[in-house]
Nanobody, 120 residues
Framework: QVRLVESGGGLVQAGGSLRLSCAASGSIFSINAMGWYHQAPGKQRELVATITGGGTTKYADSVKGRFTISRDNAKNTVYLQMNSLKPEDTAVYYC??????????????WGQGTQVTVSS
């Protein structure tokens, strides 16, 4: 089993920045791609970004140019740097991990989520 633990959420003003971290533990040898989803109040969970083991990234159109996903394979950690935050970025952010190489389809593992609130 894989455990994903997020940190770094909080309250920030519009235009500000936050950096989320997610540490993976357990059967990490089974993980290839990693990513982030978010779920805003009253909405479904949506993909934010993914990163392959080799560092290839993919982003939702809504965050392109503002968010950056990265990973440190030595630390089994994935990051989400969020800049120029908007009130509509307010959501619970979930770390995800995939057995597959490219992060396609639904994730195999989920973290517990961390709240990000952006005030206007």
């Amino acid at each position: 089993q894989v455990r994903l633990v997020e940190s770094g959420g909080g309250l920030v003003q519009a235009g500000g920045s936050l950096r989320l971290s997610c540490a993976a533990s357990g059967s990490i040898f089974s993980i290839n791609a990693m990513g982030w989803y978010h779920q805003a109040p009253g909405k479904q969970r949506e993909l934010v970004a993914t990163i392959t083991g080799g560092g290839t990234t993919k982003y939702a159109d809504s965050v392109k140019g503002r968010f950056t996903i990265s990973r440190d394979n030595a630390k089994n950690t994935v990051y989400l740097q969020m800049n120029s935050l908007k009130p509509e970025d307010t959501a619970v952010y979930y770390c995800t991990a995939y057995k597959g190489m490219y992060g396609l389809g639904p994730p195999d593992y989920w973290g517990q989520g961390t709240q990000v609130t952006v005030s206007s």
